[in-house]
């Protein structure tokens, strides 16, 4: 009797063949005993209707043929039918346990950190490409995982070496007694380890709203009052700056979402506007119906543009068209980033367009007007 050990480290394929041999063999094995059973007896019942005496000579002779070709034509057909059935099964359980087998391998190597691999379809129906399909989507969403982890953790660590560097610098001054404690130094320490917390936050932030972990709580809330709590939230910061900030509202349209996070969607654009335009200019919020039910909420400021090089890589973390000019400004460069997660949250879409450096930037948040998330 074969041992539980011994049966769990049989292939798949191999007990698939035998499971099929089984039945093959039974299901002959069944029709010769049927045949035996019943066939005698119509062949003496229908001796008899023809008017041949059973116990002639004739009789016994026509027996014997009969038995013979019943014996030799069932066991040709019999050992044909197992041959071909074996055949097939042997290669369907080939094909499968191939199948499996590159399954197996492949997620094995993702085990190991090589998220690059894909399994082919065996081409044994569409549950196996369908298996085949979604493994392989796992690989890649895991592989893009990896890439953005990486990606994120180098850029973590250059962001982070500025503000560490200028802490460091200023205290071996302090230690070696060529700066004092003063205002000044005061002021640059506090405001990089404020960067540092901001970034802290900011990350903290894009990654929960990218993985969905940000809960929506989605209530109708309509466009006028996100633009009007959005402006009002930032209203002072404008005068400050001696920027101009108008709110246009062309239609009366409702969303829905949650109004909490819209308002950060809109507070994070107006804050970009913000810091890309200089005293004297015009940022501009509208909302007006795009068609298809959709709803507009467009950003558009008079400020510095953007390079139609980098309208591309805009909402991408830690990306910056202007390093130097972002980094003075105080921008995480991950603003954008968050922005883009939140809409998307919301079923959303967001674009940017700028006809260049120099003639101001436009951000369109687009919603569907009315529906559920």
């Known amino acids: 009797m074969t041992s539980p050990g011994k049966l769990a480290a049989t292939s798949f394929g191999t007990r698939l063949l035998v499971a099929v041999t089984a039945v ?45 070709s019943m014996t030799l034509t069932w066991s040709i ?49 569409r549950e196996f490409d369908q298996l085949t399909a979604a493994f392989n989507e796992l690989a890649h969403r895991l592989e893009e995982t990896e890439c953005t982890r990486r990606q994120m953790l180098s850029d973590l660590a250059h962001e982070m070496r500025t503000p560490l560097a200028t802490i460091d610098s200023h205290l071996e001054a302090l230690e070696d007694g060529i700066r004092e404690l003063d205002t000044d130094t005061m002021e640059i320490l506090r405001l990089s380890t404020h960067r540092l917390g901001r970034l802290a936050r900011d990350i903290t932030a894009v990654s929960r709203a990218e993985e969905g972990r940000d809960r929506i709580a989605a209530v109708s809330v309509p466009t006028a009052d996100l633009i009007d709590t959005a402006i009002r939230s930032v209203q002072e910061r404008y005068d400050d700056k001696a920027v101009t900030l108008i709110g246009q509202v062309r239609c009366a349209a409702t969303v829905t979402g949650d109004p909490d996070r819209m308002g950060q969607v809109l507070g994070n654009l107006l804050e970009n506007a913000l810091r890309h335009t200089p005293a004297g200019g015009t940022v501009t919020v509208t909302s007006q119906m795009a068609g298809r039910g959709h709803v507009e909420i467009i950003v558009a400021d008079t400020g510095e543009g953007i390079a139609p090089e980098h309208l591309e890589h805009l909402f991408d973390r830690f990306y910056r068209a202007d390093t130097a000019r972002d980094r003075q400004h105080g921008g995480s460069g991950i603003g954008l980033t968050i922005t883009r997660a939140l809409v998307e949250a919301h079923g959303g879409t967001i674009h940017v367009h700028s006809d260049g450096q120099g003639h101001g930037a436009r951000f369109t948040v687009s919603f569907a007007c009315g529906s559920d998330r």
């Open 24 to 68: 093959v063999i039974g299901c002959a094995v069944s029709a010769w005993l049927v045949a035996a059973a019943v066939a005698p007896g119509i062949f003496q019942d229908h001796l008899g209707q023809a008017g041949i005496d059973q116990l002639s000579e004739e009789a016994a002779h026509i027996e014997e043929a009969y038995t013979w």
């Open 77 to 125: 057909a019999l050992s044909v039918a197992v041959l071909l059935a074996l055949a097939v099964s042997w290669f369907i359980a080939r094909r499968v346990q191939h199948s499996i087998a590159a399954v197996t391998a492949s997620a094995a190597q993702i085990t190991g950190g090589r998220y690059g691999v894909r399994v082919a379809g065996p081409g044994l129906g």
